[in-house]
């Protein structure tokens, strides 16, 4: 018997099937975001293209029926749901989110006690000051809603499942306290939200529901598929990269630049608020995890094809190569490539969005801005790691993910400005392979999230750093740091 796993974001969908030993059998995904580009998905369309990508799914591996299906999805939308299961509104939550708008209606609340409750900071309060605001402004949607569910939650209830949340997501809801392990009462007090809104939380891994015989024949799944709650997309990802335990983390190269490390040690909180950084519930219980965000770097990949390389895309469609692997020979293996500090991709830290090139002449070839827009991604990514370490988050095995990660070029290039060894997994997008983890450890497949990893993660591939490159990266490091700070573009750190 197989398993599925499902990662919902805000837009868009994604979802695999594999076996007990981690082979992918299918996949599918599928996009419910709303017609004008907005933000969040548009009710309308998510059901049915949920539906259809779970038909997808199991149409694609019947041979090897699903079991179980776990759902993970982001914790950045929350929808108002009707008892009878009804979608009424969407509550969404931007990332970065100023202090004054997440708690200036609960002015008692402050950025330190809000800290201490949530692990969060206060720039990032989530959906309490959204929710928070409908209540003090009568919102006549919100009166009429019975939960307000996150969207792993919302699809479980549809799919015949108990109303619930897990402790990763309510952590992400913004007004959860990780030291009691249930809704901050101090929090809802103080935003007027009653705690009858809000979904009953639950172990990671809980077991749902299961597929009632109506539902499973519209899916084109088995009657008593078990429906299993894995969490936060977040924590998913770090367990389906197999990051469980003190030193382990994982460091996302694509659409953003992100940094999960992992640990179980309490009295890291005071260094970690010191430091700006958040404290997360891990799945697994008795963990945590902290994610670090860099603003610069994250996309340079696609720049890159877009704007240098957009013949070669179009020609490499139609060859079927790999258009990163041609664009990344052309790469140089001297020390001349330009200086290049990508530019802001997170909305707040840098208005303009503005990066650098520096050191270039006439005779710049597109390998060497190709490599300094590497370098420069790397040094970001190198400021990741420096800020855990200085927080206490010492890292000793550390995963790249991302579509980046397939190229060898590229990762030796890191491992040398990280002068660290990585490792790279055979799934470089994990947080569906951690929803199914979780669905194997709800039915007893796996006797533990544990037993899941060691049987399904696999590394493929390990890249240690060249010395003498890593030396000469040292002393780059320091140059592009002090560009940075001399022209203005040093001021934008993210938790």
């Given at each position: 018997m197989s398993l599925m796993g499902i990662v919902l974001g805000q837009r868009q969908m994604v979802g695999i099937v594999m076996d007990a030993r981690g082979q992918v059998l299918a996949r599918a995904r599928g996009g419910y975001g709303s017609e004008d580009g907005g933000p969040g998905p548009a009710l309308s369309r998510l059901w049915p293209t949920v539906r259809e990508t779970l038909q997808t799914l199991a149409r694609k591996s019947e041979r090897d029926p699903v079991s179980a299906l776990g759902l993970c999805s982001t914790g950045g939308a929350a929808v108002g749901v009707s008892q009878g299961g009804g979608f009424i509104d969407c509550c969404l939550a931007p990332e970065?989110?100023?202090?004054?708008?997440?708690?200036?209606?609960?002015?008692?609340?402050?950025?330190?006690?809000?800290?201490?409750?949530?692990?969060?900071?206060?720039?990032?309060?989530?959906?309490?000051?959204?929710?928070?605001?409908?209540?003090?402004?009568h919102v006549e949607s919100y009166r009429a809603v019975w939960r307000y569910l996150p969207l792993a939650s919302l699809i479980g209830y549809h799919l015949g499942g108990r109303a619930v949340c897990d402790p990763t997501l309510a952590a992400a809801m913004g007004?959860?306290?990780?030291?009691?392990?249930?809704?901050?009462?101090?929090?809802?007090?103080?935003?007027?939200?009653?705690?009858?809104?809000?979904?009953?939380v639950v172990p990671s891994g809980d077991t749902v529901g299961q597929l009632a015989r109506g539902r499973a024949e519209e899916l084109g799944l088995r009657p008593g598929v078990k429906v299993v709650l894995g969490g936060l997309d977040m924590a998913c990802r770090a367990l389906g990269a197999g990051v469980l335990a003190t030193g382990q983390a994982s460091l996302m190269l694509g659409s953003a630049l992100?940094?999960?490390?992992?640990?179980?040690?309490?009295?890291?909180?005071?260094?970690?608020?010191?430091?700006?950084?958040?404290?997360?519930?891990?799945?697994?219980?008795d963990v945590w995890q902290s994610r670090l965000i860099s603003p610069r770097g994250a996309g340079m990949l696609r720049w890159l094809r877009d704007q240098l390389a957009a013949v070669e895309a179009r020609e490499a469609r139609s060859r079927g190569s790999d258009l990163y692997a041609d664009l990344l020979r052309e790469m140089p293996s001297?020390?001349?490539?330009?200086?290049?500090?990508?530019p802001s991709t997170?909305?707040?830290?840098?208005?303009?969005?503005?990066?650098?090139?520096?050191?270039?002449?006439?005779?710049?070839t597109r390998g060497e801005i190709i490599k300094g827009m590497l370098e420069g991604t790397a040094f970001e990514c190198l400021s990741l790691v420096e800020r855990a370490d200085s927080a206490g988050l010492g890292i000793d095995a550390l995963r790249v993910l991302g579509g980046g990660v397939r190229s060898d070029p590229w990762l030796q290039l890191l491992a040398d400005a990280l002068d660290r060894p990585l490792e790279r997994t055979a799934m470089d997008r994990p947080a569906p392979l951690g929803a199914a983890i979780m669905a194997g450890v709800g039915t007893g497949l796996f006797a533990s999230a544990d037993e899941g990893v060691r049987r399904t993660v696999r590394i493929t591939a390990q890249i240690g750093p060249d010395a003498e490159r890593a030396a000469a990266y040292a002393i780059k490091k320091e140059r592009y740091r002090a560009a940075k700070h001399r022209l203005g573009l040093d001021r934008d750190a993210l938790g």
């Open positions: 970065e989110q100023p202090c004054e708008a997440g708690l200036g209606w609960a002015a008692e609340v402050s950025p330190d006690d809000y800290y201490q409750i949530t692990g969060r900071l206060p720039t990032a309060a989530g959906l309490y000051g959204r929710l928070g605001r409908q209540v003090a402004s007004m959860y306290d990780i030291r009691e392990g249930r809704w901050s009462s101090r929090l809802l007090s103080a935003g007027r939200i009653p705690l009858n809104k809000l979904p009953e992100e940094l999960l490390v992992a640990y179980q040690a309490i009295a890291l909180m005071p260094l970690l608020q010191r430091q700006g950084i958040d404290r997360w519930p891990h799945a697994l219980a001297d020390e001349n490539a330009p200086l290049v500090i990508p997170v909305r707040g830290t840098d208005p303009l969005g503005r990066g650098a090139v520096l050191d270039l002449n006439l005779g710049t």
